[in-house]
């Protein structure tokens, strides 16, 4: 039975004449001129690694949190069977915190590492290798480089190349208040005049003549259909369809503040995708914009099928922007965004200076044409604090707490004292709560 490998190279190293093996200046050379001969045999039996053929296939867009799965054909057009490692090595935000350094260095069990794989490819054959990633961030990841390491048949030498592969994947928002929607879709059903309870009062779009019940508001009577008939009658009503909603998400230093494990503005955008999700299921036209000092992001005039996907590319890219929000450049840039009166919804932080210097002075510009929906993630570690006793660092913390608190509230009240309707919640309160607040202005016949 033939020897391969190391064994081979051991037999070869015991078949020496035993004077070769004594340590003598002559038997050393002789080892070494074997080791030599048999690497040089080695490297010249590698399968070629510039040659291969290499192509990708798979997913190319990903929520966040999600597996993608990468795949990478490699095609062995050498006479040589191809043996040896291979790492299809991406961007470190590509895999988990936990896993992507695993194994590293370890060639001989590269399982530890999914950028690593073991390589059998016979000569004029090809094999596919699944590389699984599971990105961290959102925004495009793309692979680094493809490197190849071909072992003789002994494993004593080895040729090594790399290939440029070019792929993307995506990663999308993870849209985590998506399990709110259902509930919200049945209160929204509900103000449609799908069910049997309808808006009565301050509605705008008329429905329905019913028979007047003690407690119904008596503005909604409608004298001339009572004067046809022996009872009294009053009009119902149901929220307006083809309403125009416009949600503008500020990308400013603010939006960098980190609540708990993600940025404010992870928290704004889930938060602006379920609201995006009710609104057109309600029959609005919803439209988009990020901003900060110029427009990041825009999304206008797509149809209900496609509106979410639109909105998830668009928004797969955006990150904080380190600088002072342009609060003229914003009001003036949504005003012409929505030329008709409309629901635009500012998703911005609650933060006393910025809005005092900045929005405050033009808000108008917005409330005299539109209804004006502030949205803002509030810190509920600041509430914490604000309980913490016990100590003399809880005692400042506390009091510090408190004072953010009252600045908080003290912005809310000048928003509102404009006529502005605030929701100032915890990253995952602020979904519903948006949406709730949507369905009451829709309610109340504000839209």
């Not at 290798?129 to 494993?155: A, E, H, K």
């Not at 708990?260 to 602006?272: N, V, Y």
């Not at 998703?347 to 803002?376: F, I, M, N």
């Amino acid at each position: 039975m033939a020897l391969t490998g190391r064994a081979a190279l051991l037999a070869a190293i015991g078949s020496l004449p035993v004077g070769l093996l004594e340590p003598s200046w002559t038997g050393v050379l002789a080892v070494n001129g074997t080791l030599a001969a048999a690497c040089a045999c080695d490297f010249a039996l590698a399968a070629p690694v510039r040659r291969l053929r290499l192509s990708r296939s798979g997913d190319t867009s990903v929520r966040l949190g999600d597996t993608a799965e990468v795949t990478l054909t490699v095609t062995n057009p050498s006479r040589r069977p191809l043996k040896g490692h291979l790492r299809d090595a991406w961007q470190p935000s590509s895999w988990p915190a936990d896993t992507h350094t695993a194994g590293v260095g370890q060639a001989d069990t590269p399982g530890g590492d999914p950028s690593r794989h073991v390589l059998d490819v016979p000569a004029g054959e090809r094999r596919r290798f699944t590389t699984r990633l599971r990105p961290t961030r959102r925004g495009d990841r793309s692979p680094d480089r493809v490197t190849v390491r071909s072992y003789g048949p002994l494993g004593l030498w080895a040729r090594q190349g790399s290939h440029q592969v070019p792929w993307s994947v995506r990663v999308l928002p993870p849209f985590h208040s998506r399990k709110h929607l259902p509930s919200k879709l049945a209160r929204l059903r509900e103000l449609d005049g799908r069910t049997s309870v309808l808006t009565r009062g301050e509605g705008t779009e008329f429905d329905s003549l019913r028979e007047y019940v003690p407690g119904d508001d008596t503005r909604s009577i409608d004298w001339r259909a009572t004067a046809r008939r022996q009872s009294v009658a009053v009009r119902t009503w149901r929220p307006e369809r083809d309403r125009h909603v416009h949600l503008v998400l500020d990308t400013g230093r603010t939006s960098a503040g980190r609540v708990g494990d993600a940025p404010r503005l992870d928290s704004s955008m889930d938060a602006a995708l379920l609201l995006a999700a009710l609104a057109s299921k309600a029959g609005d036209r919803v439209g988009f914009l990020a901003y900060d000092r110029r427009v990041r992001a825009r999304v206008q005039g797509h149809t209900a099928d496609d509106l979410l996907a639109s909105l998830v590319a668009a928004m797969a890219n955006l990150e904080p922007e380190l600088v002072e929000t342009d609060a003229r450049g914003l009001v003036t840039t949504a005003v012409a965004a929505a030329p008709r009166r409309s629901l635009i919804v500012l998703l911005t932080a609650l933060d006393r200076a910025p809005l005092e210097e900045g929005l405050l002075p033009v808000l108008s510009r917005l409330t005299q044409q539109h209804t004006l929906l502030v949205a803002s993630v509030a810190d509920p570690h600041v509430a914490e604090m604000a309980e913490g006793r016990g100590s003399v660092e809880a005692v400042y913390g506390a009091a510090s707490a408190a004072q953010a608190r009252e600045e908080r509230h003290h912005v809310a009240e000048q928003l509102r004292r404009h006529g502005v309707t605030v929701v100032d919640a915890a990253p995952e309160d602020l979904a519903p709560a948006l949406a709730d607040a949507y369905l009451a202005l829709k309610a109340a016949g504000r839209l």
